[in-house]
């Protein structure tokens, strides 16, 4: 049980592909940088604007809300980007992404939603995929497999 559960969070040895572990790296590595910096960080910590947003979508304690969603952003960025625990971190960075763009963008056209949409893709690829052999989580499996 504590294999599948570990096996969950720091995904699991499969075929593996050097040249596809790259590719799936620098994804995974842009893609939580650019959340984490250009996103996370500027809601970090939630202005009163950001708070009134969250309001506006009808979550309760909205404050608390804003804080999940801005560290979602940045945490889980970050994390995405070193491959660290990367399974959690992209789902909490995806279900982020599915409030934005089916909630704060749902009157948007496509392309306000866009970017939510494709940060939202990633994430959930990344859910699916784990961070590949180059990312940390491949590290704290060898030594857990030891």
Known sequence: MRTRIMGVIFGTAGVECPVGDAGLALLRVFAGLALALAHGLGKTPPTER????????GF?????FAWAASLAELG??????LGLATRPAA???GFTMLV??????AADPFSKKEMALLYLAIMVAFVFMGSGRFGL???VRRRLAT
């Open 137 to 139: 989580d491949a590290l």
């Open 60 to 64: 309760p304690a909205p404050v608390l």
């Open 91 to 93: 789902a909490m960075a």
């Open 100 to 105: 934005a763009a089916f909630g704060a963008h």
């Open 50 to 57: 950001f708070v009134e947003g969250v309001a506006a979508l």
């Open 76 to 81: 889980g960025g970050l994390l995405v980007a």
